[in-house]
């Protein structure tokens, strides 16, 4: 059981105080009863709310997949640059989401966005090696040589030799090549600097999928949706959060 007016104003309904006086006027029903005590508790799961006669749409997640521009920051707050939850609408600000990983200011493409802590964990965590494949240009040739040294586990400027990861070549020439990287780790700059141990400079980058879950071809840069019940429902299957 939560509070009525802490239940409305994680729903974007307002503060606290405009919500008392929502409640005042007579807007709020619960179950089809005018409550006018804020301080109610009720079940959100259960009871049916309305406000000003419209059934409100009660969930305590939210999971959002944004096609990332390049400029803006993975983070909920920077003190300089413009962060991805920024770019968000208040209803869904609301929630307090926070991205999942993190890809590179420069960097665009498949960005989760959720307030969900367990699938942010399982996500971003080595253990559970989910796939996360990603465009690229290259700022030279490649050829089997590159490919086998990604199969082999590449070696970056620390030292750390990262998990074997497939390389493949979509096109090469001396202009430099396009190509699809999949990793399963989330190393800082990890496939910047797998492509540095080569001697060659990444020069743009895009996710486009983790796991089972595709970047929707349909979202332009900056634009998001939330996912559909059958992307959540097989990233959750995947993750084995049944
Ligand atoms: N690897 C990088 O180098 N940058 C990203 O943003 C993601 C993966």
Redesign the pocket.
């Known amino acids: 059981m939560e509070r009525l007016d802490k239940v409305l104003s994680n729903l974007g309904y307002g503060s606290r105080k405009e919500i008392k006086l929502l409640m005042k006027n007579g807007e709020v029903e619960v179950d089809g009863e005018v409550i006018k005590d804020s301080s109610i508790k009720v079940d959100p799961e259960k009871s049916i709310i309305k406000v000003s006669g419209e059934e409100i749409n009660y969930r305590e997640y939210i999971y959002i997949m944004m096609n990332k521009p390049a400029g803006v920051v993975s983070a909920t707050f920077d003190n300089y640059d413009e962060t991805v939850v920024d770019l968000l609408d208040y209803e869904d600000s609301v929630f307090n989401p926070f991205p999942v990983g ?3 200011k420069d ?1 665009e493409g498949l960005l989760l966005i959720t307030n969900d802590g367990v699938l942010n964990h399982r996500l971003t965590s080595p253990k559970w090696h989910v796939d996360k494949l ?1 465009y690229a240009d290259i700022d030279k040739p490649l050829g089997e040589e590159d490919i086998k040294a990604f199969e082999k586990g590449i070696v970056l400027d620390d030292g750390y030799k990262c998990l074997p990861a497939k390389l493949e070549i979509i096109s090469s020439s001396e202009d430099g090549s396009e190509v699809k990287v999949t990793i399963q780790e ?1 190393k800082y ?5 797998m492509f540095e141990s080569l001697e060659k400079n ?1 020069i743009y ?1 895009k ?1 486009m999928r983790m796991g089972n879950l595709i970047l929707d071809e349909n979202l332009d840069l900056g634009e998001y949706r939330e996912l559909s019940e059958k992307e959540l429902l097989e990233l959750k299957d995947m993750l084995e959060m049944g």
């Open positions: 993190r890809l590179d960097t990603y989330g700059h990890q496939v910047k600097r990444v980058l996710r």
